[in-house]
């Protein structure tokens, strides 16, 4: 039978197609480049379909070889009328290109390839087209443009097939993804689901699960999202895909890590990081081995906790992930406090510093290099503008791109000096910027030496004074010196604001009781000032809410005090609160005052701001607003003021907040917050024999002066003005205590620590710090290097006398037990078994029931066995040990203002009897816990 020559080349193009089958792709490529090199007679057509395939064939292994033929079989068939031939050879070229980084020419191919769809009216190919033509412009940055490509695609799609549509819609989810348009993405993931559920295609489906399960995450909806990570996570597991398994028990373990529920997390994070280890998956390694050292540093085991984090802050550092390296360091360094290595908890305390410091430099020329590539992609606009214009005006061409080029010069000259000097102003902001926060921290320390020596003989002056008249005469001087203390504060706020270190401590309180407490703080100043004081509440009393106590009484205050004092004599002044919706709360203060010119009203809460028409008797110094506004907005709600000329004024807060409807608890009962506390005078004579040794160290020779008249009588002190002549007296003297400042000339406190803690002989002795300095770390520092305990000026004279005897009291006992016990080895076991006994209790702190016989149990030792053990290592029996402990945790509370009361504060730590509180309160501290509420 007579074949043409045609339908002969198709025959052999088949035969060899089936030995590709065989025998590779290789010998295939090849067979077919002898056949087109060999002259064979073959028609035009048959000749482009060779190239195509031999293109197809060679791309798996060269894509500038597959280019090339791809390309050759484009000319030959570029006047034909072969659109299918077409629209697989712009395929190959747009594979090509993209793999050989020619991005712009890619786009071109795939824009070619619709346009021959389109003329075929192949809809599965146009979508396919749309495909490519959208992850070009995604590479190049170009989001909108691949959205709008999109939307074309997904119209046609409903007439292909519905998987081809649920392709769109993942694709849509990504970028929306990408432009934190997490609202639009979770609706696409959504839609991208319904359509793979109805495939029954369990790769893709188990894909959208995760994906939509991350989007809910992303946008904060927990209840939504874990259910869906958790079902992937299952999924993976049944089928078989390890990818999505290690993805999701990853970013599962992240968030219960996140939320403290460690053995949640660690139920997830543990399969993910064997998995990961089996496939070599680091990045997952890395992040689930910090989830899991953070696990069992928690758990209480500390040595098994470190291995991870160390492996994944070695793997972070191979990777560039300066993130985990970050947070693996942070965690480094609470483990090897807990371990006791305080070496490397100091080390890597500074690393995770350090790294902070390169991701904010990282950010910052990742935002340089984006406006880089916005100038870049708008450059390439005015070309193809340019390009367009020299078509139309074609004998102007020359003249054209010469004027152009001169332009597009100066404009890259001009944009090249503004990026070097923004780059230099950058720079100069962030020295700035480090030395006004290190100007606000020493001032701070500058200002509560002096403040603390005002309101130390104040108090002692209050103590001893018999007379009325000169009483309120101090009791004027000892407020003053307290709003100076505030205005530090306010300060020092300022600049933690500024330099991210703020955070927010959200507790939840009954929120009727907060605003009331504020209320009657000040009846009787609007009493004095002859003014009608008034509280609106139109929301249920009954309510929690979850709010930043501190920062929000600190915004009240400061709104309601510069409400009386611009409010005249008979004036009146109202505090209204309301819920306008579920969500929505509400707290507005009105005065009946002098108004705020219209000028000034958008620059009431700018910093520092003064108005000039005010009357400047009035003072102020333009921080309080200012300050109020960040705060609010750091809590997530606005404030806004309204005002009028000879009517008032009126500052409107709202903030979103959480509330829970109904909740009832015995301590929010406003007659718990009041303590039947009966004040004795604090003796600090009566806890010892004779008088302890007692060194002082400090820079400011008033505050020597003061500290010696309040000291001297219970302790013999002797004084140093610097840690070098403290380190000088104790070669000479052995002591009992030392006090010491952190901020001094020649040796500062942190210093003079480091050498006392190398020293063999002075090593144990208990060391006080006093500071101005209230930055957490450096109460971390202070730590580590083995500080017993801080003091904050200005501070109470009977808080120092209880800080002080409670460490000699238990250094006494200790000592004595050592030398009853002490057998020349480190007891080191022992020490572990402390740690554990400290965590059981922290665990147990809400349950007064929890006492020693419970601890000895959870212990595993008999109750005269753990009291041994805990006066050898503490100096304390396991009820003083247990008592400490939540003492220590009520004095955080109290001081952080997390409650409202001090009954919340003992139900929180396990301690419901309010006189026995009180007294151990006092007793441990020195002062009374409702003076510190």
């Known amino acids: 039978m007579y074949l043409s020559q045609p ?30 090199t060999s002259g064979a007679d073959i028609s035009k057509e048959a000749e482009v379909s060779l190239l195509l395939e031999i293109a197809e064939q060679t791309k798996r292994q060269n894509f500038d070889t597959a280019f090339r033929y791809a390309n050759l079989a484009m000319e030959k068939a570029a006047t034909s009328e072969w659109y299918q031939k077409k629209i697989d050879g712009y395929k190959i070229l747009a594979q090509s290109s993209a793999m050989l980084g020619n991005n712009e020419e890619g786009l071109q191919y795939c824009e070619r390839m619709l346009e021959n769809a389109t003329l075929l009216n192949d809809k599965s190919q146009m979508v396919d087209a749309y495909m490519g033509i959208k992850m070009f412009y995604q590479g190049a940055g170009r989001i909108d443009d691949a959205i709008a490509i999109l939307e074309d695609a997904v119209s046609i799609s409903e007439e292909v097939n519905a998987d081809m549509q649920g392709e769109i819609f993942h694709a849509f989810a990504s970028l929306h993804s990408k432009l934190n348009n997490h609202e639009l993405a979770i609706n696409y993931w ?143 360094s609470e483990a090897y406090s807990i371990y006791g290595d305080y070496q490397k908890a100091l080390e890597n305390s500074l690393l995770a510093h350090d790294i902070r410091d390169s991701l904010y430099q990282q950010q910052s020329q990742e935002e340089l290099l984006e406006l880089e ?34 332009l597009l010069l100066l404009l890259f000259l001009s944009a090249w000096r503004n990026l070097r ?46 007379s009325k008249h000169i009483s309120n005469q101090l009791e004027i001087a000892q407020q003053s ?80 005090s510069n409400s009386l004092k611009f409010t005249p004599r008979d004036g009146t002044v109202r505090l209204s609160v309301v819920q306008p919706s579920d969500d929505i709360f509400q707290l507005s203060v009105t005065d009946s005052g002098e108004g705020i010119p219209p000028d000034d009203l958008n620059k009431v809460f700018d910093r520092y701001f003064q108005s000039s028409q005010n009357n400047t008797s009035r003072g102020g110094t333009g921080i309080g607003l200012a300050l109020s506004k960040e705060l609010i907005s750091l809590m997530g709600g606005e404030i806004k003021v309204d005002s009028e000329l000879g009517v008032g004024s009126t500052f409107t807060i709202r903030l979103p907040l959480q509330i829970e409807k109904q909740r009832v608890h015995s ?137 002080i005897n409670t460490l000699l009291s238990n250094k006494k006992i200790r000592e004595s037990i050592h030398e009853e016990f002490d057998n020349g080895d480190k007891d080191t076991v022992e020490d572990e078994m402390l740690k554990k006994a400290e965590q059981l209790v922290i665990n147990h702190l809400t349950d007064e029931q929890y006492n020693v016989s419970l601890l000895s149990n959870d212990m595993n030792y008999s109750p005269r066995q753990l009291g041994r053990i805990m006066k050898k290592l503490t100096g304390m029996t396991p009820l003083q040990f247990i008592r400490e402990i939540r003492l220590r945790k009520a004095y955080q509370i109290l001081t952080s203002r997390q409650f409202a009361t001090v009954s919340e504060v003992r139900y929180e730590v396990g301690i419901p009897h309010a006189s026995y509180f009180a007294k151990e309160f006092e007793k441990r501290f020195g002062v009374k816990p409702n003076e510190l509420i």
């Open 190 to 332: 959504n839609k991208a689901l319904d359509i793979t559920r109805d495939f029954e295609d369990p790769a893709k489906y188990c894909r959208n699960v995760y994906n939509l399960g991350a989007a809910y995450l992303t946008n904060e909806q927990p209840d939504i999202g874990l259910p869906y990570l958790q079902e992937s996570f299952e999924l993976g597991e049944e089928h078989g895909y390890t990818s999505i398994q290690v993805a999701s028990g990853t970013m599962l373990g992240q968030y219960y890590s996140g939320k403290e529920l460690f053995e949640r997390s660690e139920q997830y994070a543990l399969p993910a990081y064997n998995l990961a280890k089996q496939f070599n998956l680091t990045q997952y390694v890395s992040v689930t081995a910090m989830i899991l050292g953070q696990y069992y540093v928690k758990s209480g085991n500390t040595n098994k906790g470190i291995e991870y984090l160390e492996e994944s802050k070695t793997i972070a550092l191979e990777l560039e992930d300066l993130t985990t390296q970050e947070t693996a360091t942070k965690f480094l």
């Open 667 to 803: 301590s929010t009962k406003s007659s718990e917050a009041v303590q039947e506390e009966v004040h004795q005078e604090y003796n600090p004579l009566v806890l010892f024999e004779e008088q302890p040794n007692l060194l002082v160290i400090e820079d400011n020779e008033s505050m020597r002066e003061y500290l010696k008249s309040i000291l001297s009588p219970a302790y013999r002190c002797s004084f140093a003005k610097d840690g070098l002549e403290g380190l000088d007296l104790l070669k000479t003297s052995s002591f009992d205590a030392v006090t010491c400042d952190v901020m001094m000339p020649n040796m500062d406190g942190f210093q003079f620590m480091e050498h006392l803690r190398k020293n063999e002989l002075h090593h144990k002795i208990p060391v006080v710090m006093l500071t101005a300095r209230s930055l957490e770390e450096d109460k971390l520092k202070g730590f580590s290097l083995g500080v017993d305990d801080y003091i904050t000026k200005p501070f109470n004279k009977r808080e120092l006398f209880a800080r």
């Open 373 to 406: 590539q916005v100038y870049q992609v708008k450059e390439k606009e005015a070309q193809l503008v340019l390009q367009d214009s020299q078509l139309a005006r074609q004998r102007l061409m020359n003249v054209g791109i010469g004027v152009v080029a001169v």
């Open 481 to 560: 010196g307290q709003k100076l203390l505030q205005l530090v504060d306010e300060i020092m706020d300022l600049s933690k604001l500024e330099s991210g270190k703020l955070d927010l401590n959200v507790k939840e309180i009954n929120i009727h009781s907060l605003i009331l407490r504020i209320f009657e703080s000040f009846e009787s100043l609007a009493d004095s000032l002859k003014i009608h004081f008034k509280f609106e509440y139109e929301v249920e009393e009954s309510i929690f809410v979850k709010i930043d106590i501190g920062k929000f009484e600190k915004v009240l205050n400061n709104l309601i």
């Open 421 to 466: 000097q923004r780059k230099r102003v950058n720079a100069e902001l962030r020295q700035l910027d480090q030395t006004k926060s290190q100007f606000f921290t020493n001032i701070s320390h500058e200002l509560r030496t002096p403040i603390s020596l005002i309101l130390g003989p104040i108090e002692n002056a209050l103590e001893l004074n018999k």
């Open 7 to 36: 339908m002969r080349y198709y025959i052999l193009l088949f035969i060899i197609c089936s030995t590709f089958t065989l025998f590779g792709q290789n010998d295939t490529a090849d067979s077919l480049k002898v056949i087109w």
